[in-house]
């Protein structure tokens, strides 16, 4: 690899180069990742004159062409009629932000939420009383006070200006002028091999945005578009309506089923698998079609096991599921076992999904040794052994459950909500079952989760920590929630008691609210009330999760 080439590219240069569409994104790059407070922020960094990092270009020629991604992308597709391809190494993410602040295109990121970029805009009579106001942001445009840096940027800038007083051109022409004349750093490479800018894309991308596991096997793997593959199957995995985050977890339940778990006890390492077939396909052109035939099989075993969460579990996208790496491990289990699993399989499956939710038994120290011996465990129920799932580390009721808050987006917190999912939780007003696969209930969704006692009146005797607690959370449209306000619970459930008492019980139940004269809801006062309450929902709660898991879950209570 030569020594690397430092330019410098105007935005106005850089947009000529862009409209001529000389950048190609290689096979080995993520996707747009950044939201629109990140594409605002770098748009007022260059307002200012700040720093924002260097392009660094892969310069080939075009014998090169099968190395871009053709999946649509936020920047334009690259041009064949050019006889260089300068692929885009580093800085995917600030060059289409930068195409995008001329094109105010609406384009979606990889985590599926619309950016409209029309809406980033320069904020021309910044406040006196606030300190360091950004001078760009994503807002919706208003006339004199937030102007479309589209606009702002277009060829025929006055005439789309709202108002031609001389104060307000000058201001924007000032922004205009900051923005087209910011100076880009530009790294450009030639001659290197693919494996070589796969280490360089490790490295550059290790010092910024965090690059996962997958990012490094996906720019290992050489000749084949692992990248294109798993994200072919995550758009398989979104037709059918579950939303799946990133590829991680496909790739690593892929590594578990194409090189097995280690002796040691950790999960094979992605690197490796992924150099280890580049190695193979480079000797061997066979090793390609053995490859694609076992990621047919293992895209079908996958595509079962969210089929199965979904089926069996309430598992309506992976906000619900209490961690990615679960699709990985289940999937290993379909891989050995093509069909639905019999009696036996099922519960040992059952067994191990509530308790790996419940005791986050894939985080901390104990990650790696669990998953390992779970792939052992469903490659062994797979092939029809009677394999049994063994949980020791019995949980602390009062520590694991009741000191777990609602707003955690931990394992355990997104377990108990697939627990009072799987109850089928029914509308306070007329007893109805709440239509889950809405997204009403998705654990992006807080403001459909209720605070049992209102959080306003326990805060004057107690911490967040105990009022946002698992055992005072339940779900409910916010509709309803809205209607209930401060009111104690003895209060407002009063009225759905008196309107049936049978319906109302139903829906209590569906909610693991207790309602006897024990539970504390209908106590008098506050503290004591809620007091009562938390011992006797908290045992309510940890019953169900042990009769949902079929297995001891806790220690004494």
Known sequence: MKSPELTKFSVRTLRGHLLARRFAVPKLQRNFVWDSGRAAKLLDSMYRDMPIGSLFLWEMDRKSANLIRQSAEVLPSFNAAHKHIWFVIDGQQRLSVIYQAFEAQERQNDAGRTIDFSRLCFVVNPGTDEVDQSRVVYRKPVGRELVPIRDILASDWRRRMPTKAKGFLRRAANCRARLLNYPVPIVTVRGATFDEIGEVFIRVNSQGMRITSADRAIALMGKLDVRAMAEELRHKIRESGFALMGVESILMGFNLVAEGPRSDGDPPKLEAMARRWSKRIDKNEDARAEFRKLWHDYQRAFLA??????????????????????LATLAVFFYHHPGQPDGYQAGELRKWFWATGVAERYTGRGYHRNLVADARLFAALGQGERKRFIFRDLLDPALDIQGAEYTSRSARTRAFFCLLSARKPRYLENGEEIALEQGVLSHANLRNRHHIFPKGRLSRHFSARVYNSLCNICFLVSRDNQKIGMRLPRLYLEEYWAAGR?????????????????????????????????????????????????IRLFRKR
């Open 305 to 326: 096991a969210i089929d199965y969460l979904r089926k069996r579990f309430p598992v309506h996208d992976e906000s619900y599921l209490p961690s990615a790496n679960m």
């Open 502 to 550: 049978a319906r109302f019980k139903q829906a209590m139940n569906s909610h693991l609210i207790p309602v006897g004269d024990d539970s504390g809801i209908w106590d008098r006062g506050l503290v004591g009330a809620f007091k009562a309450f938390r011992k006797k929902r908290l045992s309510v709660i940890c019953a169900q999760f042990e009769k949902a898991a079929g």
